[in-house]
């Protein structure tokens, strides 16, 4: 991988001028072999250790976009090697010339039109200067918010795009912002919660063992953290640490566009209120699918859609799971029906995953039989988009289960047209 991004963005000139370098080292005696030898041995030793110690998975774009850019040291090298290599080829064609000027004029050259094409090629690509995109989802999830409310922040993207809008640029001074995973370090909290006294910590870190440690430092889970603080209203952006369920005791997770509000699980849930409330959280113009899948754009625009299907995820969800009567059933999906409708009619490019959820909301909806809505339309609903699902989702482990139930859903739609002929 490392070999290909290299060839990529440095050329096959570059690459081979560097592997000059090294076989000229060998096969002459020179003054600057010890340099070449240097260089040569700085490039194993941080490609190997870095190969040794990253863990990511590079079969996800994501993934192989953070380790590229931790390859650019040995790109660097590659190009002190590739110059190097240059001047031994000059130096050579000299000798066999004995001491022509062309090649004086010719080794600027080489050197002028390499730097040249890479400043061509790679330009548009590392000009950033009018990049604003994760500083608008920061800006959105911030801008979302109530009045004094308190986020619990999870990932590299959420974490540092907020903490920066917020502390650097000083958006949003009334919310309180704290990482979860550094709440679990001896030195987090000691440091930090003397500046947030909006906030009570029950402890001196966060475990979720609740005790008194060796080092005599008082332990807090999330669920202590909750009740002692229910004077706010809490966010995480985005989702809770796994290794705490113990707010699962009082408090239930509901949908707020990215992130997710920590409710009483005592508070009765209002779909309508909730969807209305939720619906228009963000200002997100940027088109799906705009970015490198390797970039952090990408990530920040991918969350930025789904927020908008979340709600109605979650609504759909509670109808599938939830112990309520048939009533309250029928109103969730058909509340759940109606948001994917439209959500899904407003776009015309979108995550292909909504295309899934509106054609099984369609589904239900059919089966329901108490929505005044038109069996055929709904049946031709279901069929289109299961299609235009397992059509751009090659690699769903259910799709040919999805394909046997389009085959049904069909002859099931040709025998309502079939009975409204007759």
Known sequence: FQLAQMKLELSLPV???????????????????SVVWLFTGMLCLYSLFFAWRANLDITKPLFLGVVERFWLQSSAVVAVLAGLGLATLISVGSAMLK????L????????????????????????????????????????????????????????????????????????????QEMM????YLPKLAKHLPAVYFPGDRWNPVEGVLPDGKL????????????????????????GDSTWRRSYSLWPWGTCEKLVPS??????????????????????????????????????MWQARMKTAFFIFNLAETASV???MKSLLYTLAYTSYKEIVSSHSNHPVNWHKNYAIACERILRLQQVDVDP??????????????????????QRQDILQAVKHLKKELQGLRKRKED
């Open 184 to 187: 679990t370090y001896e030195w």
């Open 376 to 397: 055929e339309v709904l049946l031709s609903e279901t069929v289109k988009h299961f299609l235009l699902y397992v059509e751009k989702a090659e690699d769903d482990p």
């Open 219 to 242: 332990t807090f889970n999330l669920h202590h953290f909750l009740q002692v603080n229910k004077h706010k209203e809490v966010f995480v952006c985005i989702g809770l640490h796994e």
């Open 104 to 179: 004086l004029w010719l080794e600027w050259l080489s050197a002028l039109t390499l730097v040249s094409s890479q400043i061509w090629a790679n330009y548009s690509i590392c000009d950033q200067s009018n990049n604003y995109i994760v500083d608008k989802f920061a800006r959105n999830l911030l801008s979302s918010m109530p009045m004094d409310a308190v986020i619990l922040l999870r990932g590299d993207l959420p974490g540092n795009a907020l903490r920066y809008v917020h502390y650097c640029e000083g958006m949003r001074p009334d919310i309180t912002l704290i990482d």
């Open 15 to 33: 690459l081979a001028l560097a592997l000059m370098a090294c076989v000229s080292s060998v096969l002459l005696k020179q003054q600057k072999s």
């Open 266 to 303: 005592d508070v009765a849930f209002d779909p309508g209120e909730w969807t209305h409330l939720t619906r228009n959280l963000y200002n997100w113009t940027e088109d799906y699918g705009s970015f490198q899948p390797s970039s952090w754009e990408a990530v920040a625009n991918e969350e």
């Open 325 to 327: 009567t048939a009533e």
């Open 99 to 102: 001491g022509s000027q062309v």
